[in-house]
Structure formats: C-alpha cells, structure tokens
C-alpha cells in the first residue's frame, strides 16, 4: 500500500492558475510578510467549516486574520482536559503576536451545532459513544445548550440560537486564561462575538447592551 500519493492533477492545474494571477501587489505583500513576520490585526476563532471564510468577510488580505479553527467554533475553559490546542493557539496569538482583538466566529446551518442540539436532546445515541471524537468535543457545548433552552424566544430558531448561545460561552471561556484576562483588563485586547449568516453573507456582531447579535448591515 503506497500510503502517501502525489496530488491530484487538478490541485496542481488550480495551483498554476493561483500563481498566474497573483499581481505585484500580492507578491509585494507576501514578501513584506516573510521577511518583517506577522503583525495581523485580530485572531478569529471560527468553525472548521468550509462555508466559512472568516477573513474573506471581513475583505482581508494575507496576513491580517489569524484564524484558530475547529468543530463549532468552541474555546473549552483553562481547565478541561481538551483545553490545550485552542489555548496554544491563544497563547502564541496574544503573547507572542500581540493580537489586540479576539474575535469568535459562530454561523448559520452549523452541523457541529446542530450536532450537539441533536446530541443534548437525546436524538443522537452514536455522538453519546465514548468513540466518538465529535460527541466528545459537542458535550464542551451543553451549557450553552441549557442556557438556549432557558433563554429562547417565542419564534426563534433554537439552532441559531444555539449558535449564538456557543458564541457567548466561548467568550465566557476566554476568561478563565490568566494572559487573556489581564489583557482585556488592562484594555490591550477586546473580545468581539460574531454570526455568519452563510446564505447571505451577512455578519452580526453581539452588542452588550441590546443582549443581541445584531446585523451590521442593518
Ligand atoms: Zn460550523
């Protein structure tokens, strides 16, 4: 068994066509980069999924987004033994790069979401099995499940609320870390919530005020 194969022609043919069109002003950029390092303008923690392209909707280039991603967008607190992949990526983004602004990144028809609403709701017995990889990391997201059941709405969707709901947790865990809470309390870093409506392309921001995420093209 040849356990690794060569790329498929038509990533090579795509790779080409990438090349091609890269104008001066992209290869200035990336060489400015390589050179002096990364200094980007804010770290987002966004979901692994492929609808999701956290820079793009910001309409940033290379260099300015520092994106951590994984299965919807969760940040575990400092002491869970899972903790330890998210917290790296904090660690070397905020002590390392200085990132002022954190960023986490929920949206629309999230199958992560969904599966753990499938998964608190009893309705999903293979993501309950200790084999699985991906219940395991859906259970991070209970309390948000609970803290949707409490707080929805009459008429509201409970899977975008519950994306919401995983948003404001994943903010609440952000703090339990030493380096993140003395940054945002020395005002050096500021934590954003965001949701990524897929279909339109829209982003809504969490206002602490109103208590909602709130479309910034409204
Ligand atoms: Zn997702």
């Known amino acids: 068994m040849q356990r690794i194969q060569p790329l498929p022609a038509d990533f090579v043919r795509d790779h080409h066509a990438w090349q091609a069109q890269r104008t001066p002003v992209h290869k200035d950029t990336a060489i400015k980069l390589a050179d002096e390092g990364q200094t980007p303008k804010a770290m987002v923690i966004g979901c692994c999924d492929s609808r999701v392209q956290p820079a793009e909707v910001f309409n940033g280039d290379i260099g300015d987004f520092f994106v951590y991603r994984n299965i919807a967008n969760v940040v575990p607190p400092v002491d ?15 002590t390392v790069l200085h990132i002022p602004h954190l960023i986490v990144m929920g949206h629309s028809n999230c199958g992560g979401v969904q599966g753990c609403h499938s998964l608190c709701s009893g309705q999903a017995p293979a993501l309950e099995s200790p084999d699985s990889f991906v219940g395991s990391w859906l259970q991070i997201l209970r309390p948000a499940y609970e803290r949707m059941q409490r707080e929805l709405q009459p008429g509201q969707d409970p ?10 947790q994943s903010l609440e ?15 050096t870093l500021s934590l954003h919530g965001t ?12 206002d602490p005020q109103a208590g909602a995420f709130i479309s910034l093209t409204a």
């Open 159 to 168: 899977l975008v609320a519950l994306e919401q709901a995983s948003v404001l």
């Open 80 to 94: 869970h033994p899972q903790a330890v992949s998210t917290a790296a990526a904090l660690e070397y983004g905020l």
């Open 173 to 187: 865990h952000l703090l339990t870390h030493d380096f993140i809470r003395t940054r945002v309390a020395a005002g």
């Open 195 to 206: 949701w990524l409506d897929i279909r339109s392309g829209e982003v809504s921001a969490y």
